[in-house]
């Protein structure tokens, strides 16, 4: 008896030492796990800028933060990612991470994709010369504003975009843009086209041919709407007494036409620049210009598409009152 109690004994405690020693190791695994993951490296703030390109590797970008110190466990880095199923989608572009992240934090930056962006506001009525402008004087472009210039009046570029223009200007859509750091002029400028193209709709080119116009004679007419309101309750009125005038065969003597292309930032149009030759001078030619003279926005083009109803053939702004001839 008191043999199989000793030997029971011994069998208890060889196999308690042996438990202890696992559960210890379990939890040492753990322990050590859970700082890989949820303790950043460091607490001091240090944001870097980590950037992925087109066809990284999830190894590649593991190895780019392990040594940027962003995360210290490489390989607990990769087996995460994949149980995530994130290593084949992750967005390219420039990424805001720092050591103070924890592993969990730097992986959820990059399975949600947020790379750093800008948010650029391109008002109505802006034309292509401003928006390069407003383009330069961001972080996104440190070039010549003529870059997005030359892209913007490209013709070969307008028709591969589907814009059945010799440019982009009308196209490129006034609105509130986040771009990413990096982003090429080229780029910004298609986006802005594939904007305008959620925003013109075919029902809008049907209303435009039931009036007798182009989609780009809508546009055209809409930009100097944008340019000559002050106000959205005018933009009706205003459109009203453009097409009436057209409809007559009058100049349209539209004041922001006198001025377009000039590479100047112009706020006040002078009784000489309305006698400037430009093929856009409504004071000059009849009917309208050859383009649009900036982008306008939906307003303007909802405007230009459904005029208000009245027979007024000049506008004289003093709160804006119309008169008819």
Excluded: C
Aim: cysteine-free.
């Amino acid at each position: 008896m008191t043999k199989h109690w000793n030997t029971l004994q011994q069998w208890i405690k060889k196999h308690l030492w042996v438990t202890f020693i696992v559960a210890t190791a379990v939890l040492t695994t753990a322990i050590h796990f859970y700082v890989a993951l949820f303790v950043p490296p460091t607490l001091e703030k240090a944001w870097k800028e980590v950037q992925v390109t087109e066809g990284m590797s999830f190894k590649a970008i593991a190895a780019t933060l392990q040594k940027e110190g962003i995360i210290r466990y490489r390989g607990y880095f990769e087996i995460i990612g994949r149980l995530q199923g994130i290593t084949r989608k992750v967005r390219t572009g420039y990424y805001g991470l720092g050591s103070h992240m924890s592993m969990w934090e730097v992986l959820e930056a990059l399975r949600k994709g947020k790379i750093i962006e800008y948010e650029v506001v391109i008002p109505e009525g802006y034309n292509l010369y401003q928006i390069g402008w407003t383009l330069t004087g961001t972080p996104l472009i440190s070039s010549d504003p003529d870059d997005f210039i030359n892209i913007a009046t490209d013709k070969k570029l307008a028709r591969s975009l589907g814009v059945n223009a010799d440019g982009l200007e009308g196209y490129l859509f006034p609105d509130t843009y986040y771009l990413p750091k990096g982003i090429t002029v080229l780029d910004i400028a298609k986006r802005m086209v594939l904007r305008y193209k959620d925003v013109f709709t075919d029902d809008m080119r049907k209303r435009a041919r039931e009036l007798g116009f182009t989609e780009h004679q809508i546009i055209t007419l809409a930009s100097i709407v944008e340019k000559e309101a002050k106000v959205d309750s005018e933009r009706k009125l205003i459109a009203a007494v453009y097409y009436n005038r057209l409809k007559k065969g009058m100049k349209l003597q539209a004041d922001p036409t006198a001025v377009y292309g000039l590479k100047a930032w112009i706020t006040k149009v002078s009784a000489e620049d309305l006698k400037r030759k430009t093929p856009y001078n409504t004071y000059l030619h009849k009917g309208l210009p050859p383009g649009p003279i900036a982008n306008p926005g939906r307003g303007a083009i909802l405007a230009t598409l459904y005029p208000e109803n009245v027979d007024y053939l000049l506008g004289r702004r003093q709160s804006l009152f119309f008169e008819g001839l």
